[in-house]
């Protein structure tokens, strides 16, 4: 079985400050890992995602994950937040095998100007 | 269309009537998922279409969810006899291939649906 867990539900930081969302994953094989970032009424965007390549994954908008086996984790940071990063992230795991992708609840950023 | 097209964007209803929802996923797209999202809440798979194999329909909630997928393209989800509790927003994705191999599932923007 596959899950995925992100701590914190809410997230706020101040605009400059190191952004930190965490997502813990479940899996009995080797996963493949993904974050979308959803805007205000917008669907789904990927940031980036972890294919069994380099375990440091860096995505758009000056995100990056790094997939660490034995804490089965792949968080997702970035330096500086910027204000136009307010939004829900959603982390996210597929398989081989697996015909979807399973996600977690999301955290909702905010950043304080 | 360069990306996903969902149909309607929003949608109310009155309990106990059906509704439709229309994707039509990228071109060349083989493979085309719905998911469910309700406020506050994860992402929820409801069914997942690759070619022309049969449907994963694993994620459906009850029998009163069904899709189809006409030509390997358009899908339509269909939700009968509407509950409140089906108010959420509904997105669909699709993906060249299947998302084992670590494909990317790009995402359209969701049918809102409101029952009242």
């Known amino acids: 079985a596959q899950s995925v867990t992100q701590l914190g539900s809410h997230v706020s930081v101040s605009e400059g400050a190191l952004v930190l969302l965490r997502c813990n994953y479940s899996s009995s094989v080797p996963p493949y890992l993904f974050w979308y970032v959803q805007y205000p009424n917008q669907g789904l965007q990927l940031l980036l995602k972890y294919t069994s390549a380099a375990t440091l994954v860096k995505g758009i908008n000056g995100f990056e994950a790094e997939f660490k086996k034995s804490e089965t984790s792949f968080h997702l940071t970035k330096p500086s937040a910027h204000m136009s990063d307010a939004a829900e992230y959603f982390c996210a795991v597929s398989q081989t095998g697996a015909n979807n992708l399973f996600f977690g609840t999301g955290t909702r950023l905010t950043v304080i100007p | 269309g360069a990306g996903v097209s969902q149909s309607p964007s929003n949608k109310v209803t009155e309990k106990g009537k059906d509704v439709e929802l229309r994707c039509d996923p990228i071109s060349g797209h083989t493979a085309l998922y719905w998911y469910r999202q309700s406020l506050g809440q994860g992402l929820e798979f409801l069914i997942y279409f690759q070619g022309n194999s049969a449907p994963d329909k694993s994620g459906l909630p009850s029998d009163r969810f069904s899709a189809e997928r006409t030509g390997g393209s358009v899908s339509t989800l269909t939700i009968q006899r509407t509950q409140q509790e089906d108010s959420a927003v509904y997105l669909c994705?699709?993906?060249?291939?299947?998302?084992?191999?670590?494909?990317?599932?790009?995402f359209g923007e969701g049918s809102w649906l409101t029952v009242v």
């Open positions: 994705a699709s993906s060249l291939i299947k998302a084992q191999s670590g494909n990317t599932i790009y």
